[in-house]
């Protein structure tokens, strides 16, 4: 079982729709819970942590699950410049490194 | 914010030859990562360093690969004997501290073309 799965997507939603991903991790012991945007040939760049509470910044929202290992991302009207792999991301006890999922593809179309 | 930056972002090379690919992290992090990404794959990880020495490394990070912090600034990879499937984006990054929840700052990568 792989240790992080995402819907690879893509997504095609129209602008102002709102869109939700999905991510499965495998290890119960996992720690630590990120959203990263990355750009076609771009470096991953942290969107936000996920917390067990739940957060919000702006438009986006994620939650996390932890007796399903399941991460979530919402996104609310959706903008043009969202467009981009959403990649689901899990940091294991100990000074381990971080392990990505393959990422969601979003497409935002005018 | 603070950056890592990463040079050549270009890198074309024979089978066989050698490569250097080079990072210079945020100046007071510790800890330093190098990660892999082929076309249409997953970021992978490859090896991490602290204090000098490598902390932790994947089976990607066999023999032919190395990492050096030769002044105190500069972190590199080196790759002795280029494959074609080491072809990919290499992603450099640092954190300044071990704590997980520690926001993982990334390089823009070298993207290196192995022919």
């Known amino acids: 079982r792989k240790e992080v799965e995402q819907d690879p997507g893509p997504f095609n939603v129209p602008e102002g729709a709102t869109v939700a991903f999905n991510c499965t991790y495998s290890?119960?012991?996992?720690?630590?819970f990120f959203w990263y945007r990355q750009d076609c040939r771009k470096e991953p760049k942290l969107l936000m942590s996920v917390y067990s509470s739940g957060n919000e910044d702006g438009r986006f929202t994620a939650q996390l699950n932890r007796a399903s290992q399941y991460i979530s991302l919402l996104i609310r009207d959706s903008k043009l410049s969202d467009s981009a792999t959403y990649l689901c991301?899990?940091?294991?006890?100990?000074?381990?490194?971080?392990?990505f999922g393959k990422g969601t593809r979003l497409s935002v179309i005018a | 914010e603070p950056e890592v930056t990463q040079t050549p972002s270009h890198q074309v090379t024979q089978m066989g030859q050698e490569v250097i690919l080079r990072c210079v992290p945020i100046?007071?992090?510790?800890?330093f990562y190098w990660y892999r990404q082929i076309l249409g794959q997953k970021v992978e990880f490859l090896v991490s360093f602290y204090n000098n020495e490598i902390s932790e490394k994947s089976e990607i990070f066999d023999d032919q690969f190395s990492v050096e912090r030769p002044d105190g600034s500069n972190f590199t990879l080196k790759i002795r004997s280029t494959k074609l499937e080491d072809s990919a984006m290499y992603f450099c990054?640092?954190?300044?501290?071990?704590?997980?929840?520690?926001?993982?700052?990334f390089g823009s990568g070298t993207q290196l073309s192995v022919l």
């Open positions: 100046s007071n992090h510790l800890y």
């Open positions: 290890n119960s012991a996992s720690q630590s």
């Open positions: 990054a640092s954190r300044a501290r071990e704590s997980s929840g520690e926001k993982l700052f």
């Open positions: 991301v899990v940091n294991n006890p100990g000074n381990t490194p971080l392990v």
